[in-house]
């Protein structure tokens, strides 16, 4: 069984923001395989479901983004899951061309806070996870403000794309084919 954890915060005023695109990928993966993520358990919304023969669930922590390792922790123990195996968080990258997407086997928070809670509560760096690029912060902007943004039009569309490669990424990881979905999608975009 492997847990794809999707990172953003709970609040409708957060909906559609760049901290929120770990959400929107869940989203994205439950309506393509047909998986409710409807029920409230170990401090999220998750579902149960198929992806290409493999067994998932699907999480949205419910904790805000900075105490994501709560709820990450909370299904990790409860399912007995190795993360390292197991284990997919997804989540925004703003080092990181808008819709791009950077695959991990295992790597630092590199500043994320969402991924320094999993990794504290986790005691360890060692899971997968895709980074989808939400663009670099303009010079002036505080970084808070820019991450619970929301993105222009042209950037939604761009967005959508990075969505679905998402998915393709996410079923290869799940099936094992992790060095298969990084050779596919860790490279640069051309113009």
């Known amino acids: 069984m ?44 998750v579902g149960k479901g198929i992806i ?22 909370s299904l990790v123990d409860f399912y007995k899951i190795m993360p390292e195996d197991e284990l997919l968080i997804i989540y925004d990258d703003v080092s990181l061309d808008v819709g791009q997407l950077r695959i991990r086997k295992k790597g630092s928070a590199g500043g994320h806070n969402g991924i320094k809670s999993i990794i504290s509560h986790l005691g360890s760096s060692e899971f997968p996870r895709i980074k989808v690029g939400v663009g670099e912060k303009p010079k002036d902007y505080d970084l808070a403000d820019y991450v ?11 967005m959508e794309e990075g969505y679905q490669n998402a998915i393709t990424a996410a079923a290869l990881i799940v099936q094992g084919e992790i060095d298969q979905a990084m050779n596919e999608f860790n490279k640069k975009k051309k113009e």
Request: glycine fraction near 10%.
């Open 52 to 73: 290409e023969g493999c067994k998932v669930i699907l999480a949205k922590p419910q904790t805000y983004m900075n105490l994501s390792g709560e709820s990450v922790w």
């Open 2 to 45: 492997f847990i794809i954890v999707g990172l953003g915060n709970p609040d409708k005023q957060y909906e559609g923001t760049r901290h929120n695109v770990g959400f929107d990928v869940i989203d994205a993966i439950a309506e393509k395989y047909n998986i409710s993520v409807d029920t409230k358990k170990h401090r999220a919304y």
């Open 148 to 158: 619970l943004g929301k993105f222009s039009k042209a950037e939604r569309a761009v």
